[in-house]
Nanobody
Framework: QVQLVESGGGLVQTGGSLRLSCAAS????????MGWFRQAPGKEREFVAR???????YYADSVKGRFTISRDIAMNTVYLQMNSLKAEDTAVYYC??????????????????WGQGTQVTVSS
């Protein structure tokens, strides 16, 4: 099992920045891909970004150029730096972990482990 705990959410004004963290514990060696998803009220969970060992990244078009996913292997932590935030970025953000190959990683079904989520609210 892998446990994921997110932190860093909060309230920020349009144009501001936040950094989310996801601390992983347990059998982390069993996962090769870490991702971030988000879910706004009344909407489906959507892909935001993912990072794959040894460090390749992929982003949703809606956040490309504004968000950066990174990781600290020694600390078993993945980050999501969010800049130039917009009202439409408001959502609960979830960290996810999986072990798969040959796919980009946009589908939530590819990930086996999930955190509890952290709320990000961007006020206009």
């Amino acid at each position: 099992q892998v446990q994921l705990v997110e932190s860093g959410g909060g309230l920020v004004q349009t144009g501001g920045s936040l950094r989310l963290s996801c601390a992983a514990s347990g059998r982390t060696f069993s996962t090769s891909v870490m991702g971030w998803f988000r879910q706004a009220p009344g909407k489906e969970r959507e892909f935001v970004a993912r990072i794959r060992s040894p460090g390749t990244t992929y982003y949703a078009d809606s956040v490309k150029g504004r968000f950066t996913i990174s990781r600290d292997i020694a600390m078993n932590t993945v980050y999501l730096q969010m800049n130039s935030l917009k009202a439409e970025d408001t959502a609960v953000y979830y960290c996810a972990a999986g072990n798969f190959g040959g796919q980009v990683g946009r589908s939530p079904t590819l990930y086996s482990y999930w955190g509890q989520g952290t709320q990000v609210t961007v006020s206009s």
